[in-house]
Structures are given as structure tokens and as C-alpha cells.
């Protein structure tokens, strides 16, 4: 009987694995990999990441905190949601508080996790941590790292809602938590 790649036992057999780049923010392992029916993946390659969060803020007069920021890869510049990378040693729920007051110079308010995600599971090892804080308030000026150019926008939540609708929030790590956001709160 032919074994299931689509159960927990249709894992992988890793046969050999070696980096091909190792850097702070990209390491692409190169592996090759025997399926559970026994045929060979010669080149399977995962891109290895930190994990990520990213934050649905609502202030608390109920305005949503977002960014703009150029993406060079994509040569576009977009509303996004605050959002960042977990260090090591760190919480999501910390990465996440730290990331928001470091890029909008917003915080406390009352967090939950919204959802956890897998940017790409097909190629990246890592996570993203998806959390609502609701009650946000100006705390802070920002403090960006030295590559870091945001500009910080309130704005309403039917103005956010219809960006989503009109396909101008480009970055699909955010508009997933947003679009969860919009879905559970009409609950």
C-alpha cells in the first residue's frame, strides 16, 4: 500500500542537508529528500527565517494604526501593519509590543493573539504571530533602526476595510490578519 504524503507519516527522510547562504535575514538550506513512496527530491530548498509578528492595533478612540513603507523587492510603496521580526530569547507577544512602540510609537491597550500563521510552508521554516491590541495610545516618538523609513497613519476602520477591498494592501502577512480581524469582529 502506497504511504500518504498528505498524513504526519508522509513526512520527508532528510538524506543530506547543507547551507548554501547564511546571513542574519536569509540562510538557504539545500536538501535532498526521499518521499514515503521512495522516490527522490534531489533539490528541495528551504529559505530559514526568524519568526515574525505582525499587529492589528486599535487605538482608543478606534482608529487603526497603520504604516507606509516602500518595498524595494516589489518596487511599491503601501499601507501595512506594524510588524517585525521575534528575537532570540524573545516572546511573540513581546516581539510584538516592542515592534509596535519601536515603529509607531504606540502601546499598552489589551493584546490577543489573532492567529498564527506559515508565510510560505512550501519553502520557509518559520511563523508569524498575529496579535490585536485593542486601546493602543501614543506613548513615544518612534525609534526606527537606521534602514527604516515608516510613515505612521491612523485611520478608520471602514477606510482599512475597503483598502483590503480594493486590493491596495499588497503585503499578504497583513491582510490575512486584518481580513480575520474584520471576519470575528462581525461576530
Known amino acids: 500500500m502506497k504511504k500518504s504524503t498528505i498524513t504526519e507519516e508522509g513526512k520527508y527522510k532528510v538524506l ?5 547562504f547564511n546571513r542574519p535575514w536569509l540562510t538557504v538550506r539545500l536538501e535532498e529528500a526521499e518521499l514515503p513512496d521512495g522516490r527522490l527530491v534531489p533539490e528541495y530548498y528551504v ?22 513603507q516602500y518595498r ?49 510552508p512550501g519553502s520557509n521554516n518559520n511563523y508569524c504571530f498575529s496579535f490585536l491590541a485593542k486601546g493602543v495610545r501614543k506613548m513615544s516618538s518612534q525609534k526606527l533602526d537606521a534602514t527604516e523609513d515608516i510613515s505612521v497613519h491612523l485611520l478608520s476602520e471602514e477606510y482599512v476595510r ?17 481580513w480575520k480581524y474584520f471576519a470575528t469582529k462581525a461576530k
Open 16 to 20: 543530506s542537508s547543507k547551507y548554501l
Open 47 to 68: 529559505l530559514e527565517y526568524p519568526n515574525w509578528i505582525n499587529v492589528v492595533a486599535i487605538t482608543e478612540d478606534g482608529q487603526m494604526v497603520m504604516e507606509r
Open 72 to 120: 524595494h523587492a516589489v518596487g511599491s510603496t503601501a499601507f501595512e501593519i506594524p510588524c517585525g521580526v521575534i528575537e532570540k530569547g524573545e516572546e511573540p507577544i513581546e516581539a510584538a509590543q516592542r515592534e509596535l512602540m519601536e515603529e509607531t510609537g504606540f502601546g499598552g491597550g489589551e493584546w490577543s493573539l489573532l492567529m498564527k500563521g506559515a508565510p510560505n
Open 162 to 178: 475597503q483598502l483590503l477591498e480594493d486590493g491596495e494592501i499588497i503585503q499578504i502577512l497583513h491582510a490575512a490578519p486584518l
